[in-house]
């Protein structure tokens, strides 16, 4: 299930998460939900925005010194501090914070190495503190997940193309246009658009599956969980491709794709099965 009011098409604190640890997913959540918002919603020039998420930053490291936090989505996180799990310290919320405020002011990608870096604070934390809820620390494991939480973030992209192009960030990368003897000019609405949107598809369900091996390293409600997060990924790219590409048609999921679901999740289960 989702918490609040937000759309989203992968699992968030699901029912296959046990009970115990649904708070502290919550409280993750909620925190990066509302420091997305700072950076995206409302009208506020982007200094002030800016000015939020340092604040909210202040807020996260004078929690983990053990001083109070103004902010509500910080304090929440006082819990999660006090479990004392490794991997799940400050690091993680400061580099979302650093991802927010680049949107604010990086609105263009020069190459797929620099949008990998922005993955690794926007999308990749999430990932890692996940892991240390359920004590997967091992490096190999950590990287799988860094390989997933990246896809997944690609994946919103690619879906959320025309969205962010109306707020004038555009993430295929500029090299992808060149190497495509293309501009960005009116993307994602130009058909020969259409061919990127492919190709960086095809990187990103590539990073997905590589990730799969992460399950190996998980066990019960925890380990499908992950398994249907995955598969949400790559039944979104299903769709984009059954749109032949195009961007300005925006994929979700419904609840008649739930087989599908279930059949990806196994197969991606059994797959690791096979790895141990």
Known sequence: MSVDNHYENFPVASVLIPRQMRPFVVAIYRFARHADDIADEGDAPADERAAALDRLADDVRALWRHSPARAAVVAALAPLRDAALPGADDTPFLQLLSAFRQDLYQQRYVDREQLLDYCARSANPVGRLMLALFGATDPRALRHSDAICSALQLINFWQDAAIDATRGRIYVPQSSFAA??????????????????????????????????????????????????????QRILEKIAANDFDATRRPVLRWYDSLRLMRLAASHVRAANRLK
């Open 180 to 233: 495509a003897g293309i501009t960005e000019a009116r993307f994602p609405s130009e058909t020969v658009h259409r061919g990127v949107v492919r190709i960086e598809c095809e990187f990103a369900r590539s990073l997905l599956l590589s990730g799969v091996p992460l399950l190996a390293a998980l066990h019960g409600r925890f380990r499908w969980e992950i398994a249907f997060t995955i598969a949400g990924g």
